[in-house]
Each structure stands twice: as structure tokens, then as C-alpha cells.
């Protein structure tokens, strides 16, 4: 008796260490509050394994919560600790959703039926992320919750930011069965318009905070970007990606294609930073996904952390991707189209023109196998 009570506290013993630790969620009383008259709070969704916390506040993912090779939890995606400090960015803040053009529109106006439209300039010269309202400070309504899913509406007025037409958005979060968060939209507008969303959700497989980046490695299944100048607006040219810093065709260490030094302007009087040849200070850059068929959800990207064990995977049904690196701390990959893509008429993909009637659709899942 001895020796099975034995074996049955070592048995015991090895369960309990095999168990994942839960993860350490974020408090939903510090998202609670009232904007603009609606009620703002914190949804967690999970299938058991993977744990997502979104707020109807822009639409931002707050947490993703997964295991690392030794089964501990962390929150993977950039994140404040409450709803004040969100409220407090002033522009296109960390984790929100993007729309009603993600990206950039160059020279902040378009021309759509022959008539041309002018929007707010909030990045430079030009409109970044839909201008200076958009998703990013909207309160969504929230029209379902389940265990596993949130799903949210929101409506921009006609002229918000001098866009056109009366959009109305539908935001799915949903933690699927196969460990993936997918973000789905689907929008539809009582005028024509230009429409490209995205979700600016930033990644460190390490979790936060942790150092950088730079011991990630990346796959972009794409053969080529969009050309841009100083101000991060396309030129028009497609450029072929092979034997420089943004060919990610082959699974490549992040540290071999960007400097780890600071970016920013060096000191005065001190040297100006050198870029070694085939390498970047840092990526904010469109790439023109390969896809099996236009429109088709791909395995786009995909991205490791050989410290944590951790293997992200991006599926989307657009046509580009945009990298973003910042200051190294995490990432992006913010699916969507082409930035620019209602000034550039040659660019391939799907058009950015919804006319009433039509749905757009876009759907872009972040799965983490096990």
C-alpha cells in the first residue's frame, strides 16, 4: 500500500508540473467607463488554450495570451493597463482597429466619379489611418458575445474626415478551435467610397516588455513591394524584393536584415548611423502578397521566437501586407490593400472603391499552433 501511495503522489506530482499555468488576465473593472455617451468595457474570449481580451474602444486587442514551449502564458500583443491610458494616444495608438483607410492616402485626397475629395491631414501632408477621427476613437457597439467571440458595429458619418458616405462596420473577434484569433469585417456604405480596413495589433512572441525583436524569425511569402519616397507614399513602381533587405521568401533572423541601434537622429556633432549594405534601420513597408487567387485566404507570413518556443501564423485575404518594426520593441503585419491604392490606378488586388450595395470583406487570423 505503501508503494502504490507512493507512486500515486509522484503520478500526481508529474500531472501538476505538466499543467500550463493560467494566465495572468487583465482587470475588466479598469475598462469600464462611459465615452460619448456609450459604455465601454472588456471582453475575454478563449477556447481554452488561447485567451484574447478586446475593449469596444476603438476595437483594440488588449491581450493574447499563449503558452511558451514550457507551457507558461504571457500576453503577446503591446497593450495598456486601462482604458485612461488609451484615451490619452492622440493619434492611431497601439492595438486599435483601422479604417476607413488604413495606411496612407497621399496628399490627404482622392478622386472618385470625377469628383475630387479632401481629407484631414494628420500625417504630414497626407491622411494616415483615416484621418483624424476613424475606428481608432469610436466606441463600438457591442452586438454579440459569446465564450469564444465579440462582434461589434460601428457607423462613420458621411463627410467623417472628409470621406464620403455613411459607412456602417461589423468587427468579429473570434478565438477559433485550431488556437488562431481571426479579426474579421465586413462593411457596408450608402454612397460610393474608399474602404480598406486593418488592425494595427503589434507582437512579441517573448512577451512584454522584453528587449526587441531582433531574435525573431520572419517569412513573408511575398515577391515584391511597393516603392515609396521620404514620406512613405508609393510611387507607383512594384519593386522585385530578390537580393535586398525586404526578401523574406526564406525564413531569415531579423538581426541579419535590421541594425539593432536606435533609430532616430544621432547627437549633435556625433556620426550619423551607417546601414550596412543589404540591410534596413527599420521595416514600415507594403508587401504584395503572393496569393493562390485574388482574394483567397493564404497562409501569408509567418514568425518564430526561437527564446519562447512560440510560432505565430498570418492568414489574410488581402493583397498586401504591412510590415512595421518601429523601434524594435515588436511588430506588425497589418493586412490590407495596397497603401495609396485609390491615387494608384495600376495597382493590382482588390479595388478600394465600395459602392452601396456591396459588401467589403476582410478577414486576417493570427494562429499560434501548437
Known amino acids: 500500500m ?18 500550463t499555468k493560467a ?56 497593450h495598456n493597463d486601462n482604458i485612461q491610458q488609451y484615451q490619452g494616444f492622440s493619434r492611431n495608438p497601439v492595438g486599435a482597429s483601422l479604417g476607413r483607410y488604413a495606411n496612407r492616402i497621399g496628399n490627404a485626397s482622392f478622386t472618385l466619379d ?25 466606441v463600438w457597439d457591442v452586438e454579440e458575445v459569446t465564450d469564444n467571440s465579440v ?19 461589423y468587427l468579429t473577434f473570434t478565438v477559433t478551435d485550431d488556437d488562431a484569433v481571426s479579426i474579421d469585417y465586413k462593411a457596408t456604405t450608402d454612397k460610393p467610397t474608399v474602404c480598406n480596413l486593418s488592425h494595427h495589433v503589434y507582437f512579441n512572441l517573448n512577451g512584454f516588455p522584453a ?26 513602381k512594384i519593386l522585385p524584393v530578390g537580393g535586398t533587405a525586404f526578401d523574406f521568401r526564406k525564413p531569415v533572423l531579423l538581426s541579419q536584415r ?6 532616430g537622429r544621432p ?21 504584395c502578397l503572393n496569393h493562390t487567387k485574388a482574394g483567397e485566404l493564404d ?19 488581402q493583397p498586401g501586407l504591412q510590415f512595421f518594426t518601429g523601434n524594435r520593441v515588436a511588430f506588425a503585419m497589418e493586412s490590407q490593400l495596397y497603401p495609396d491604392t485609390p491615387n494608384q490606378p495600376t495597382f493590382p488586388g482588390n479595388s478600394a472603391i465600395l459602392r452601396p450595395g456591396e459588401t467589403y470583406h476582410h478577414t486576417v487570423i493570427y494562429r499560434f499552433p501548437k
Open 258 to 263: 535590421q541594425v539593432a541601434t536606435p533609430a
Open 114 to 138: 470625377g469628383k475630387k475629395y479632401e481629407l484631414t491631414k494628420n500625417n504630414g501632408a497626407h491622411t494616415l489611418h483615416g484621418g483624424s477621427k476613424g475606428f481608432d476613437h469610436t
Open 211 to 236: 528587449e526587441n525583436v531582433l531574435d525573431h524569425v520572419f517569412c513573408i511569402y511575398a515577391d515584391s513591394i511597393t516603392e515609396v519616397d521620404n514620406s512613405l507614399i508609393p510611387t507607383g
Open 299 to 317: 497562409l501569408v507570413a509567418y514568425v518564430y521566437s526561437p527564446a519562447s518556443g512560440r510560432l505565430l501564423e498570418v492568414f489574410s485575404n
Open 23 to 78: 494566465p495572468a488576465l487583465l482587470d475588466k473593472s479598469d475598462f469600464e467607463t462611459e465615452i460619448d455617451g456609450k459604455k465601454v468595457s472588456l471582453y475575454t474570449i478563449t477556447n481554452g488554450r488561447i485567451t484574447a481580451q478586446v475593449t469596444n474602444y476603438a476595437g483594440y486587442i488588449v491581450g493574447i495570451y499563449t503558452p511558451d514551449r514550457n507551457g507558461n502564458y504571457t500576453n503577446v500583443v503591446g
Open 2 to 19: 505503501k508503494k502504490i501511495g507512493l507512486l500515486l503522489a509522484v503520478f500526481c506530482s508529474i500531472l501538476a508540473s505538466a499543467q
Open 151 to 169: 462582434v461589434m458595429s460601428c457607423v462613420l458619418e458621411d463627410g467623417t474626415d472628409g470621406f464620403p458616405g455613411t459607412m456602417k462596420t
Open 267 to 287: 547627437a549633435p556633432g556625433a556620426p550619423a548611423q551607417v546601414i550596412p549594405e543589404g540591410m534596413v534601420r527599420s521595416y514600415d513597408q507594403n508587401f
